[in-house]
């Protein structure tokens, strides 16, 4: 084992350690969460496990679908692996802003172009967002005696302004994709454009075209991708149902799904690394206003099921860091970018 794969094993342990400590030390005693687990049933457990996984295995459909328009295979072991990591390193910083650099990053060392890249990551995480937004004010409007708190609803234009920025300026370039290419084209010809901003717009322009690619492709995995969105929010709720079931057995499905669509959401928008705390938080307030014991051991096993469990996975794959090994496309570079721009 290297000295590379020690270090971060220990720093592992370390963060892991200091976790447990400050659970017990500000959120009470372990042995009462660890109580209200062993009243879960081994097929529920088996039931949890298995939304669990549903759950993380939809984001590397999402990943295979998006990339599957452009002639790109992405294999299951590295898209496991990817999303793995990009769970763990957009946890790191409010908003999850890692988690682009970081896709794009791992994804081109699997061969896939930068602007592709850009283009299918920018792409999968607006449309997540946007469906947990959309079904979260539907399940709160068809629930009325379910309320966000009056310090998160007071805030939540806030928490929605980059998701709508982003979602504009998308909608824009997929609608008049010749206009950015031609703002684009219009900077690099100015004769006294420096070398590393040339090479920026020229970027930008490339990921304009895949993106306009993506947003008007009628490829049957555009529409698959949607589904294994609907499907990853679908499983994100039946966990922490079934926890319900076993801790919480007087909340309803109605409100169980208007609970874990809205934590989700709030867990992608909360201007916190990995919405920590507040995401246990809010879901269970909206599961019990009182914020009884049982509600809040629901919220936890819930989001270590569904959230921090991939941070273990994450923290162990370092082998992506490897070079990758020579992969054979059904496309190459220069045959996308062509159906980019001719798509565009």
């Known amino acids: 084992m290297t000295r590379q794969r020690w270090t971060s094993l220990l720093v592992f342990a370390i963060t892991l350690a200091a976790g447990v400590y400050f659970f017990s030390r500000f959120a009470g005693s372990w042995s009462q969460l660890v109580g209200f687990a062993g009243r879960v049933t081994p097929p529920q457990w088996l039931a949890i496990a298995a939304g669990a996984l549903t759950f993380y295995f939809c984001d590397y459909l999402r990943f295979y679908c998006l990339l599957r328009i452009f002639g790109i295979r992405l294999g299951v072991w590295p898209g496991i692996k990817l999303t793995c990591i990009t769970y763990l390193v957009a946890d790191l910083t409010p908003n999850s802003e890692l988690h682009f650099p970081f ?79 031609g703002l684009c084209a219009r900077v690099l010809a100015h004769p006294k454009l420096a070398g590393w901003l040339r090479k920026i717009v020229a970027g930008l322009d490339r990921t304009a075209s895949a993106l306009a690619t993506v947003g008007r492709s009628r490829h049957p995995m555009h529409l698959l991708c949607h589904l294994a969105t609907l499907v990853a929010v679908a499983a994100y709720v039946s966990v922490g149902y079934v926890l319900c079931r076993s801790l919480q057995p007087d909340v309803s499905l109605g409100r169980a799904i208007s609970a874990f669509t809205s934590g989700l959401f709030l867990g992608y928008t909360s201007p916190v690394p990995g919405s920590i705390g507040i995401g246990e938080g809010i879901e269970s307030y909206l599961l019990d206003p009182a914020m009884q014991p049982g509600s809040m051991a629901v919220a936890v096993l819930h989001r270590m099921a569904c959230w921090y469990s991939i941070w273990l996975r994450g923290n162990m794959a370092g082998k992506f860091s490897r070079a990758p090994r020579p992969r054979p496309a059904r496309q190459t570079v220069d045959s996308i970018w062509t159906g980019c721009l001719n798509r565009a």
């Open 103 to 181: 896709v794009v990053f791992l994804l081109a060392r699997e061969g896939v172009p930068v602007p592709v890249a850009a283009a299918v990551s920018l792409t999968k995480s607006l449309a997540m967002m946007l469906w947990v937004c959309a079904l979260s004010y539907l399940s709160l409007q068809l629930n009325p005696d379910v309320a966000l708190p009056a310090a998160v609803a007071r805030h939540l234009p806030l928490y929605l302004t980059p998701l709508f920025s982003m979602a504009t300026v998308l909608a824009l370039v997929i609608v008049a994709p010749n206009r950015a290419r």
